[in-house]
């Protein structure tokens, strides 16, 4: 497969770094120290989880449109830098090109095909200039959830330091060819690519986790098992996820687990420094509109209470604008 990975970062590198070990032809997206390490020394990968760690030659720049018409393309960016991108992959796009965003948060795509009242809102919080549906025909999209950890370490080095799952599904809840196809292709390059007739519920579940786990491990300086580990800052996570599983039940995706269930997916991920907080050690702005906005945008449509979820985000923000990473 011919692949372009938009945003090489982490998660992305990591993900073009094994598609390329299984012979895929990789191009990379990248920009500032880390394309200029992997345009000069390749892209070094160590693998915590696996057999590929190695240095990969592979085709790195900043401009997507060097490297034509792509048969994959992955988007591996931080929410705010998703929406300039989109008109910038146009030259990427074929007829059967499949996008996959493999993105924190409710993505941007979310009521696209998604039957019901809200069938192609755009949320405010993830789209504010309402220009993303229109950049990115979204009938190209595959979604995606992404329970992969990894670091970028060094200019040109990423880490995978845990987890291989990446749950995929249509926008419109079809089993379809292209998606199983594209989940052959992660398989053979070492993920546990998972296909999903509800891939909205994927993303609940997996956001409920963020929304709780992100904010207050930026807050505290937590490590997962950290987090998990102090009573005290459980009480404060468990009301974020009732309140979350609230606003997912609205939807229609009532949750099949419980609060303390989902902390005990979380403590799976051992001593992780999650996302969040390696954005505050390394003074990035921080998702907070795709990973808890968006939470309290649909909870304020549905007319739901989430006070928790609110309290922590303010704090949160404060922190951001004490860092001046607003």
């Not at 929304?211 to 009573?231: K, R, W």
């Not at 999650?274 to 795709?290: F, G, K, T, V």
Request: proline share 6%.
């Amino acid at each position: 497969m011919k692949v372009a990975v938009v945003g090489a970062g982490a998660v992305g590198g990591v993900l073009g770094g094994r598609l390329a070990a299984r012979g895929n032809a990789v191009s990379l997206v990248a920009r500032g120290a880390h394309l200029e390490a992997i345009r000069r020394d390749g892209l070094k990968m160590v693998d915590h989880v696996g057999d590929v760690s190695g240095t990969y030659r592979l085709a790195a720049s900043d401009e997507p449109a060097e490297f034509g018409e792509q048969d994959l393309v992955i988007i591996a960016l931080k929410a705010h830098a998703i929406a300039g991108m989109l008109p910038r992959l146009r030259p990427l796009l074929k007829d059967d090109t499949v996008v996959v965003p493999a993105i924190n948060g409710l993505p941007w795509w979310y009521f696209f095909r998604e039957p019901g009242p809200h069938e192609g809102r755009r949320l405010r919080s993830l789209d504010p200039d309402g220009t993303m549906f229109a950049d990115l025909d979204c009938r190209h999209v595959v979604g995606c959830v992404v329970h992969v950890a990894a670091e970028v370490r060094a200019p040109g080095e990423v880490h995978h330091t845990g987890g291989r799952r990446l749950v995929l599904g249509e926008p419109g809840h079809a089993m379809t060819e292209r998606l199983q196809r594209i989940c052959r292709t992660l398989d053979e390059a070492g993920l546990e690519a998972q296909p999903s007739a509800s891939i909205r519920l994927d993303v609940w579940v997996k956001l409920l986790g963020n929304m709780s786990f992100n904010p207050v491990a930026a807050l505290t300086g937590y490590l997962m098992n950290q987090i998990c580990a102090d009573e005290a800052v459980l009480d404060v996570i468990r009301p974020m996820m009732e309140e979350g599983m609230a606003v997912s039940a609205h939807y229609g995706y009532p949750m099949p687990m419980t609060p303390d269930q989902r902390i005990d997916l979380a403590r799976q991920l051992g001593a992780a420094r999650i996302s969040m907080l390696q954005d505050i050690e390394r003074r990035r702005p921080l998702e907070l509109a795709p990973v808890v906005g968006a939470v309290i945008e649909l909870a304020e449509l549905a007319g739901l209470p989430v006070p928790t979820i609110r309290m922590v985000h303010a704090l949160t923000q404060a922190r951001a604008r004490a860092l001046s990473l607003v």
